[in-house]
């Protein structure tokens, strides 16, 4: 992940926020320009779940993402640990 960012930053595709909560990232202005690039089905159905995303959890407080988090983690584990298989993340 750690390289994807730096590729991102590095193409002025995100912005680096620090503050005094730590680091996030945000879109730039460039963000939307270089997604709109993309058109395959694939990708416009990845911007669509990204807006939908956005628009559910734009509302939460930091501590309420955290908890919807925390109390459903144990339902998506079994997701992450097949998506880790796959991409040969479990050993």
């Known amino acids: 992940m750690q390289k994807g960012l730096e590729l991102m930053y590095s193409k002025s595709l ?3 926020i620090f503050d005094e909560k730590g680091i996030s990232y945000s879109a730039s ?3 939307k320009p270089f997604l ?3 058109e395959s089905t694939y990708s416009k159905k990845l ?15 930091e501590e309420e993402m ?11 584990g079994g997701e992450f640990m ?6 040969g993340g479990i050993e």
């Open 14 to 16: 995100i912005n680096i």
């Open 47 to 61: 911007q669509n779940n990204a807006l939908w995303v956005v628009g559910y959890f734009s509302g939460y407080s």
């Open 82 to 87: 097949y998506e880790a298989f796959v991409r």
């Open 66 to 76: 955290k908890f919807f988090i925390e109390r459903n983690i144990d339902n998506w």
């Open 36 to 38: 709109d690039l993309f």
């Open 29 to 31: 202005e460039l963000t």
